[in-house]
């Protein structure tokens, strides 16, 4: 009904937010977590936010903890990682958390 699919779009947006922040990490880098929200844009039935929201959320997931990892190892950029990168920030704005953080 249209009060579940409020509730789940609001919880998403909240994890969303909860994603571009790096403190985060260790809990959302978990195999559950991906599969969890890959199961949640499956049981949408491709509800077009949800599939969106959860894409980005495990873009924000990928790209901090990429950053994370670079900031600790000091190693050189991975192919793709640049292009990744930007379009995390590309999808989730100018103004989002991710993009100061990129």
Do not use: F, W
Not at 31 to 46: C, D, I, K, T
Not at 65 to 94: F, H, W, Y
């Amino acid at each position: 009904d249209d009060e579940s699919a409020d509730i789940r779009l609001l919880a998403l947006y909240v994890l969303q937010h909860v994603a571009s922040n790096g403190s985060n990490m260790k809990t959302l880098q978990v195999p559950a977590v991906e599969g969890r929200l890959r199961a949640l844009a499956q049981q949408s039935g491709g509800d077009p936010p949800v599939s969106r929201l959860v894409q980005s959320i495990l873009r924000s997931i990928h790209t901090i903890s990429t950053l994370l990892e670079l900031q600790g190892k000091q190693r050189p950029l991975r192919s793709g990682e640049v292009a990744s990168m930007q379009d995390c920030v590309s999808n989730a704005g100018i103004d989002a958390s991710i993009s100061r953080e990129v």
